[in-house]
T-cell receptor, first 113, second 112 residues
Framework: GQSLEQPSEVTAVEGAIVQINCTYQ??????LSWYQQHDGGAPTFLSY????GLEETGRFSSFLSRSDSYGYLLLQELQMKDSASYFC??????????????FGRGTQLTVWP | NAGVTQTPKFRVLKTGQSMTLLCAQD?????MYWYRQDPGMGLRLIHY???????AKGEVPDGYNVSRLKKQNFLLGLESAAPSQTSVYFC???????????FGQGTRLTVV
């Protein structure tokens, strides 16, 4: 099966840097994705790692280590509008899980002024 | 560009009633997904489809059925609604297994 673990809550102040970790168990997958969801809204795509290493998109970066079954989302220069839930997700890449998109339970980020 | 559209946005059902949620996408995507979201539980996969005419079970399929007769539409059916199916339902679509998923705005369903 597939499972993803991430912290339930993280808090930080404006301008700071925060890292949201995600550990996973899977029998095979295409890559690790990150999504953002504001209260009452739909999830929106942030980043994707198909290969090990760091992907940078503006203030957001994402990292994947397949050997450690671990990834993280790094948010820099935090702004109040970054207060939201962040989900890691992976796509099954083998057999009966092929194409499935699994999500972790989400990390609620609160940014304080 | 409509993207992913869910119908209806809100619904209240009585226990035992049936209903169908419609998800329509205009991006010619192959993959479509139905999720339910409950507080503290994240997004749990109900059913998904990897192409027109195909469907597969996700993590929590019991009590739901789906159909994908046309590539652009993915229907989620509740044959006999139960209070435990009170939730926010999200549909998503994407072109391939390693591209970003686009989500609809959600359907808030209450079963009383």
């Amino acid at each position: 099966g597939q499972s993803l673990e991430q912290p339930s809550e993280v808090t930080a102040v404006e301008g700071a840097i925060v890292q949201i970790n995600c550990t996973y168990q899977t029998s095979g997958f295409y890559g690790l994705s990150w999504y953002q969801q504001h209260d009452g809204g739909a999830p929106t795509f942030l980043s994707y790692n198909a290969l090990d290493g760091l992907e940078e998109t503006g203030r957001f970066s994402s990292f994947l280590s397949r050997s450690d079954s671990y990834g993280y989302l790094l948010l820099q220069e935090l702004q109040m509008k970054d207060s939201a839930s962040y989900f890691c997700a992976l796509t099954g890449g083998r057999g009966s899980t092929l194409g499935r998109l699994y999500f972790g339970r989400g990390t609620q980020l609160t940014v304080w002024p | 560009n409509a993207g992913v559209t869910q119908t209806p946005k809100f619904r209240v059902l009585k226990t035992g009633q049936s209903m169908t949620l419609l998800c329509a996408q205009d991006m010619n995507h192959e993959y479509m997904y139905w999720y339910r979201q409950d507080p503290g539980m994240g997004l749990r996969l109900i059913h998904y489809s990897v192409g027109e005419g195909t469907t597969a079970k996700g993590e929590v399929p019991d009590g739901y059925n789906v159909s994908r007769l046309k590539k652009q539409n993915f229907l989620l059916g509740l044959e006999s609604a139960a209070p435990s199916q009170t939730s926010v339902y999200f549909c998503a679509s994407r072109q391939t297994a390693n591209t970003e998923a686009f989500f609809g705005q959600g359907t808030r369903l209450t079963v009383v």
